[in-house]
């Protein structure tokens, strides 16, 4: 990961705000790290541009505490925006985009131009970056209607869980419309992400997968198992973040 401490002059067409640096003590002294606040892009765009954390795109104060903060841009692609760590007494922070890592000591207020060429720009004062947006899977095909039989099959979402607090058809239209607004394809999404992220599957079919595996007259050390899964530390997911 490339790791860069940009002073680069503000390009035009942009005009920016200048921003102060304070001195950094022991206290944290910012609440906002990074905020979008321009929007560039193709007028039929703007709409379908959204950001995953289902927080508003412009105008909303993020920081480390936040996560990653995924832009995804119409049908065209997205973005990955995190604050991977704040300023802090003799420590500037850090923002990756796309991958990039920028060091920063103020909070920064960006501008986003989105092209249809498919490059974009993050800009501000004391920080630019030019990339490219990441594809996005296509969905249409052998695998979105497998999917679509599976649910007709009531296969998906996981059918009355003996634990946990299933949720219903229309919080999971709230949770698309939340997280994937004016995308065709959300709802469809949505239930992905909570069949994948159910108690049903993390509590009880995982355990389950793993023990069909076991050889007659040599069952295997589930105890053993359990504890190291508890112990997994994927990215954005820990044994102890919230499954339903």
Known sequence: ????TPNIPPQPPFIFTHLTTP???GINPFVSMWTLEHLNCPSSWAPLTYACDGQPLLHHSRNAADGRCRIMVANQGYID???LRDPAAGAPGEL???????QFNAPLT???????????SVTCNTLSWTGFLSPIPQMPGSNLQRFNEMVERKLVPYQNPPTGTPKSEA???????????????GYTKALCLYDWTS????????????????IPACPLDLHTMARVIWGCNYP???????TS
């Open 236 to 242: 954005g997911y820990t044994a102890a973040t919230p």
């Open 171 to 185: 919080e999971l239209w709230e949770l698309a419309k939340t997280h994937y607004p004016n995308d065709p394809y």
């Open 110 to 120: 960006l501008t986003l131009d989105l092209r249809e060429d498919g490059s974009c």
């Open 81 to 83: 925006m995190t604050c």
């Open 96 to 102: 990756s985009i796309q991958g990039m890592v920028f």
């Open 199 to 214: 108690a049903s599957f993390i509590r009880q079919d995982l355990f389950h997968q793993l023990q069909y595996t076991g």
């Open 23 to 25: 001195a950094l003590t």
């Open 1 to 4: 990961m490339e790791v860069l």
